[in-house]
């Protein structure tokens, strides 16, 4: 009896291994993704598992600027605000020899991604510009870049009050930031000074000191983030 069921269920399971193959013919010859009509590529949902992988497993194990141009090279459209940060990120931070491949491909490719890049890419704005930081990068149209994003686009609304006391350090380093971005910073860390821990208050500090900028309050708040303004101004 049991044999005779599945004779039945033959002519079914035929039809779904038939449409599966189907399926994975179609998918085999649909076109490589490219970047998303809002200029920019996530890892979830704009590019497939597969590529976003072999991307990361790419950045992760690449030693040089050469290794991470050939990404660069490899998916010249695919690759999403995550790839790209954590690449430049990775540059700064292990201080990688900067050629040919760094000036052609890889940072002409972060200029013209940070360009168009939003609110949802705030985590990825933070790591490039700590890579440019990190590598003691003087390029006046990344930076001017930088800006854009920050205020114009509003962007700095969207960093966390650890992130902008680290923003503080990283425009120290390479002496970059008008007075309208630090003011903006000074502001914010006044505003949320009960949250400030000792990391962001070392930070903050150094950065306004290497900036030569900040006002008699921001110092006096970041010697004791516990007393009110009315205390300090007395």
């Known amino acids: 009896m049991f044999v005779s069921k599945l004779r039945h269920?033959?002519?079914?399971?035929?039809?779904?291994?038939?449409?599966?193959?189907?399926?994975?013919?179609?998918?085999?010859?649909?076109?490589?993704?490219?970047?998303?009509?809002?200029?920019?590529?996530?890892?979830?949902?704009?590019?497939?598992?597969?590529?976003s992988l072999d991307m990361s497993q790419y950045i992760i194990h690449a030693e040089t600027c050469e290794e991470l141009a050939y990404v660069f090279n490899k998916y010249p459209e695919e690759l999403a605000?995550?790839?790209?940060?954590?690449?430049?990120?990775?540059?700064?931070?292990?201080?990688?020899?900067?050629?040919?491949?760094?000036?052609?491909?890889?940072?002409?490719?972060?200029?013209?991604?940070?360009?168009?890049?939003?609110?949802?890419?705030?985590?990825?704005?933070?790591?490039?510009?700590?890579?440019?930081?990190?590598?003691?990068?003087?390029?006046?149209?990344?930076?001017?870049?930088?800006?854009?994003?920050?205020i114009d686009d509003r962007l700095f609304r969207y960093l966390t009050l650890d992130e902008t006391c680290s923003l503080v350090d990283l425009l120290g380093l390479v002496q970059r930031g008008s007075d309208e971005l630090i003011e903006l910073c000074e502001k914010?860390?006044?505003k949320h000074r009960k949250s400030l821990i000792p990391k962001n208050i070392r930070e903050a500090a150094k950065g306004f000191k290497k900036l030569n900028k900040g006002s008699a309050v921001l110092f006096?708040?970041?010697?004791?983030?516990?007393r009110g303004l009315k205390q300090i101004n007395e």
């Open 81 to 150: 605000h995550q790839h790209i940060a954590n690449a430049f990120l990775k540059i700064g931070g292990y201080n990688y020899d900067r050629g040919d491949e760094f000036f052609e491909v890889i940072l002409p490719r972060v200029k013209e991604q940070l360009k168009v890049y939003d609110r949802h890419c705030i985590r990825s704005v933070f790591k490039i510009i700590k890579g440019a930081a990190g590598m003691r990068l003087q390029d006046n149209e990344f930076w001017e870049l930088v800006e854009e994003k920050l």
């Open 188 to 190: 914010y860390i006044i």
């Open 9 to 51: 269920l033959r002519p079914l399971f035929m039809a779904q291994k038939r449409m599966m193959t189907m399926q994975a013919k179609t998918l085999l010859h649909l076109p490589k993704m490219a970047v998303h009509s809002r200029g920019y590529n996530h890892t979830v949902g704009d590019i497939s598992h597969y590529d």
């Open 220 to 226: 006096e708040v970041l010697q004791d983030p516990t």
